[in-house]
């Protein structure tokens, strides 16, 4: 059965960095697209972003454009975001999700941003 | 982008009672709209795939319909497990888009 498990979450200062993992499992992970989508506290689902299933085509919400980065690494089967100049407002629950409609998602990283 | 709007944002109903939850598009999605349920501390689950599909292990109390701009989600006869939030979503140009949400409450 698919399995995705995300990792990296943490408390980190404003402005600074932190990477995301999503080790996938259980389905041929080269051959999809894949999300990530966060949750802030008490509030609804929003898109952060997607790669294809090659990592040719990377797409972003604007309110992360310039900021953060997606990759994945195919030979691991993992999926990765890079988040840099981190604000108070990217506070939330990460969760990578497989492309489609298939409701194949993560349990989520938290993600703090505080001084 | 597709805008999803959701109504009512919040539905108070008791145990036993028939739930009906919208999701409206702002432009045609065709059936490529899905439903989650989602329970404090938890991921949010698939519920309905396609605009009526039951996903796996979904009871079938739980349907969908719907097709074009709108969508509605009904639950028959809720169970007490079934008080939570229900987002629709729908996967366009790549991206996803969500609503904003019903939350289900216990009258």
């Known amino acids: 059965q698919v399995q995705l498990v995300e990792s990296g979450g943490g408390v980190v200062q404003p402005g600074r960095s932190l990477r995301l993992s999503c080790a996938a499992s259980g389905f041929t992970f080269s051959s999809y697209g894949m999300h990530w989508v966060r949750q802030a506290p008490g509030k609804g689902l929003e898109w952060v972003a997607v790669i294809s299933y090659d990592g040719s085509n990377k797409y972003y919400a604007d309110s992360v454009k310039g900021r953060f980065t997606i990759s994945r690494d195919n030979s691991k089967n993992t999926l990765y975001l890079q988040m840099n100049s981190l604000r108070a407002e990217d506070t939330a629950v990460y969760y990578c999700?497989?492309?489609?409609?298939?409701?194949?998602w993560g349990q989520g990283t938290l993600v703090t941003v505080s001084s | 982008e597709i805008v999803l709007t959701q109504s009512p944002a919040t539905l108070s109903l008791s145990p036993g009672e028939r739930a009906t939850l919208s999701c409206r598009a702002s432009q045609s999605v065709s059936s490529y709209l899905a439903w989650y349920q989602q329970k404090p501390g938890q991921a949010p689950r698939l519920l309905i795939y396609?605009?009526?599909n039951r996903a796996t292990g979904i009871p079938a109390r739980f349907s969908g319909s719907g097709s074009g701009t709108d969508f509605t989600l009904t639950i028959s006869s809720l169970e007490p497990e079934d008080f939570a939030v229900y987002y629709c979503?729908?996967?366009?140009?790549?991206?996803?888009?969500f609503g904003q949400g019903t939350r289900l409450e216990i009258k």
């Open positions: 396609d605009a009526s």
């Open positions: 999700a497989k492309d489609g409609m298939t409701g194949d």
């Open positions: 979503q729908q996967r366009s140009n790549w991206l996803f888009t």
